[in-house]
């Protein structure tokens, strides 16, 4: 059973930084490489949004509200995903989610999320 688990929200000043971090366990193979991974991201009372996402060939793309401020990477030899995060605004206040994508041939996995506050 294939699990993805986030770590590193909490509450931040407008202007500081978060990492935050999502382990995969579970999967035949090292998850993060071969499915395309991505980070999302759901504020209350708005939908879920696409934050950032690598493919599995490297690809790279941000949502435009982030772009320039948060960057997305992985580890394949922790299989882990992260996504740095700096100069948060208030309006980066939300629950995060992490994605693992290996459609058609492979699942499409949730982590539980994890909750990011910036406020002063």
């Known amino acids: 059973q294939v699990q993805l688990v986030e770590s590193g929200g909490g509450l931040v000043q407008p202007g500081g930084s978060l990492r935050l971090s999502c382990a995969a366990s579970?999967?035949?193979?090292?998850?993060?490489?071969?499915?395309?991974m991505s980070w999302y991201r759901q504020a209350p009372g708005k939908q879920r949004e696409l934050v950032a996402r690598?493919?599995?060939?490297?690809?790279?793309n941000y949502a435009d509200s982030v772009k320039g401020r948060f960057t997305i990477s992985r580890d394949n030899a922790k299989n882990t995903v992260y996504l740095q995060m700096n100069s948060l605004k208030p309006e980066d206040t939300a629950v995060y989610y992490c994605?693992?994508?290996?459609?058609?041939?492979?699942?499409?996995?949730w982590g539980q999320g994890t909750q990011v506050t910036v406020s002063s």
């Open positions: 579970g999967a035949s193979g090292n998850l993060v490489s071969i499915y395309a």
């Open positions: 690598i493919t599995t060939g490297g690809s790279i």
């Open positions: 994605n693992g994508d290996g459609r058609p041939i492979r699942g499409n996995y």
